[in-house]
T-cell receptor, first 116, second 110 residues
Framework: GAVVSQHPSWVICKSGTSVKIECRSL??????MFWYRQFPKQSLMLMAT?????????EQGVEKDKFLINHASLTLSTLTVTSAHPEDSSFYIC????????????FGQGTRLTVV | KQEVTQIPAALSVPEGENLVLNCSFT??????LQWFRQDPGKGLTSLLL?????REQTSGRLNASLDKSSGRSTLYIAASQPGDSATYLC?????????FGTGTRLTVIP
């Protein structure tokens, strides 16, 4: 069964609205979760590292005020795309590391966001 | 900065054929390399993980090789089946990040 549950699997929203994506670790506690996005015909790129109980760490070029990450518990991290624009349309996927590092992770099923 | 390239971008083969997917990376200072499968509407499925000290890993009909010095990895799929149709991603692990390739979309024709 799934170890990481990501919801929703797809969402269409109007430009200017905000969208929240949830990532739940079902089988174990996770102090760290990772958020990736994938634009069409491009590779998955790490957006940010979500840290339980503290601020997320964002990769260069990712706007922290636009992509709000909340890791309020050891099993849940949320990514909120604020004031979404069509260029934010992408595939977003979270991962939960098996160990302490970034490798050997379980991945959510991803969220296809379309902003119209 | 690490760059990961996968060739070809798309591949169609008849059922039963053996095939090879290629992955190359620019920085040989990696911890490991992974091959993933990506199905529409589903999360990434890890297929094989090769540590930097290893040269290959096998799982069922899949065999992945790693030549760290030349920055290359191959994923060999034997006796392909329609259920193998998916996008295959390779990813290398650096100090703090996974670097993904752009993927190879495989279609196995019944």
């Amino acid at each position: 069964g799934a170890v990481v549950s990501q919801h929703p699997s797809w969402v269409i929203c109007k430009s200017g609205t905000s969208v929240k994506i949830e990532c739940r670790s079902l089988d174990f506690q996770a102090t760290t979760m990772f958020w990736y996005r994938q634009f069409p015909k491009q590779s998955l790129m790490l957006m940010a590292t979500s840290n339980e109980g503290s601020k997320a760490t964002y990769e260069q070029g990712v706007e922290k005020d636009k992509f709000l990450i909340n890791h309020a518990s050891l099993t849940l991290s949320t990514l909120t795309v604020t004031s979404a624009h069509p260029e934010d349309s992408s595939f977003y996927i979270c991962s939960v590391p098996k160990g302490g590092g970034i490798t050997e992770a379980f991945f959510g099923q991803g969220t296809r966001l379309t902003v119209v | 900065k690490q760059e990961v390239t996968q060739i070809p971008a798309a591949l169609s083969v008849p059922e039963g054929e053996n095939l090879v997917l290629n992955c190359s990376f620019t920085d040989s200072a990696i911890y490991n390399l992974q091959w993933f499968r990506q199905d529409p509407g589903k999360g990434l499925t890890s297929l094989l993980l090769i540590q930097s000290s290893q040269r290959e890993q096998t799982s069922g009909r899949l065999n992945a090789s790693l030549d760290k010095s030349s920055g290359r990895s191959t994923l060999y799929i034997a006796a392909s089946q329609p259920g193998d149709s998916a996008t295959y991603l390779c990813a290398v692990t650096g100090a703090n990040n996974l670097f993904f390739g752009t993927g190879t979309r495989l279609t196995v024709i019944p």
